[in-house]
């Protein structure tokens, strides 16, 4: 029996040899922790191989040339409050949505679950819209990628490198009008974990949740807030160092396997785009307004180049130096590191409420409290 990848720990969830499977043999299922992996049905397998050949990590994208970067935000003032960094994604999107195009990307679906969608028209666009701190079901809507290309229309995907990286394999050619935009990414959390800890915000409010923002802005994109509201009209709201979640999360207690093994580093992506925030901008462009959000944006194409290039004058851009970009955005290359409690924080998820896990495993060394007292002074002074 064929299997797309010898060492399972190091999938990445992006579903490519399920949908590339002719005999519908592999299907994503979740494992023990929540994260989705490929599960082949002996009966259904012929052993073809497709499966192991259009794996994103057997066969990684080759190495793209030294991106040229941008700091970038949208001159829409509402619409960068509103995004997670800059706004560029969003004025991307309007531009492929007006030329009749359809874009996919990751939407929170009112069951508390991340899955991406197909969108198109501009009034859509809310729903794809912001950060999702939970990895998203893409696999989907890899065929709806390509019968849109095979009709002739313009498709804009957004995901992680490794979605981007799963997507371009499982088409196996370039397509011109696709535009491929991932993301710098920290590494994707279980949706396990995530909903274990929507349970106790619903049980401490009392009510289900109405909306999520991993990126509220009510203080400032640099001191962003996981912001919860609930149906019977009470809100959550707590930054990332105080909120459990979001601890767990960037302590790195609740990410994905192969997010510490990352393929999708670096230069070795299919992307025509990467965004990010912009962190560190204010040492690097003194002279932008950053409060309310910064785009970190990576052309890595003509094809990227001429997308941004069409927003005009929608976008203020300042060009700056790769490596100065990305001094204070190491993700770009290197992976995350395994928490030495990642695996008592899961083994935890099933008996002990999650605020009780994170409070336990993802406390704060002194050298980070220094830091971040040291950045909250910092950010006064900037206000100021």
Known sequence: MQIPLNDLSRCSGCGACAQKCPHGAIAMQPDAEGFFRPQTDAQKCVDCGLCAAVCPVNDPPKLR??????????QNTELRRVSSSGGVFSELAAQILARGGAVIGAAMAPDGVVRHRVIESEA???VLRGSKYVQSEAWHTYPTVRKLLESGREVLFSGTPCQVNGLSK???KAHEKLILVDIICHG???PKAWNAYVAQRQQTAGSTIAAVNFRS?????ANYQLQIRFE????????????PFMRAFLKNAILRPSCHQCASKGAQRASDLTLADFWGVTRCIPELDAYDGVSLVLINTPKGAALLDSCGSNLVMKETEVEKALEANSAYRQSAAASPARDAFFAGLDSTPFDVLSARYCRDRLSEKLRRLAGAV?????RR
Do not use: M
Not at 237 to 242: A, G, L, N
């Open 65 to 74: 040339e030294t991106p040229t970067a941008f700091a970038a935000y949208s």
């Open 188 to 190: 994707v959390p279980s």
């Open 217 to 221: 802005k009510t203080s400032g994109w």
């Open 124 to 126: 859509e666009l809310e």
């Open 378 to 382: 910092k950010r006064r002074i900037f």
């Open 170 to 172: 499982y088409l196996g």
């Open 232 to 243: 019977n009209g009470t809100t959550y709201e707590k930054d990332r160092q105080t909120d």
